[in-house]
Nanobody, 123 residues
Framework: QVQLLESGGGVVEAGGSLRLSCEAS????????VAWFRQPPGKEREFVAA????????DYGDSAKGRFTISRDNAKNTVALQMRSLKSEDTAIYYC????????????????WGQGTQVTVSS
């Protein structure tokens, strides 16, 4: 079990940028695929982006394509989500999740979760 801690959330104006970070508690983090999910108020949790263990393969949900970039630094046990051109509909709690297997878009495949970080985009 790996402990995950998200940071970087906050309040930003529409059109602005934020960089979220997910830090893991152990050095074996480089064996995990990592994904970002988000849960807007009153809505289901949805897939945002995922990255494989090496960083060579990434995947994005439709809402993130062209605006968000996922990356990782295994030397620092971190995965980042750079978000640009933010919209009010990006307002949500953002979670990072990890699994010792190839990344998936379905949240139920992940067994390690952070506590989440709130992102609020004001219009």
């Amino acid at each position: 079990q790996v402990q995950l801690l998200e940071s970087g959330g906050g309040v930003v104006e529409a059109g602005g940028s934020l960089r979220l970070s997910c830090e893991a508690s152990e050095s074996t983090f480089n064996r995990y695929a990592v994904a970002w999910f988000r849960q807007p108020p009153g809505k289901e949790r949805e897939f945002v982006a995922a990255i494989n263990w090496s960083g060579a393969s990434t995947d994005y949900g439709d809402s993130a394509k062209g605006r968000f970039t996922i990356s990782r630094d295994n030397a620092k046990n971190t995965v980042a989500l750079q978000m640009r051109s933010l919209k009010s509909e990006d307002t949500a709690i953002y979670y990072c999740a990890a699994r010792k297997a190839p990344p998936r878009r379905e949240w139920s495949f992940y067994d390690n979760w952070g506590q989440g970080t709130q992102v609020t985009v004001s219009s």
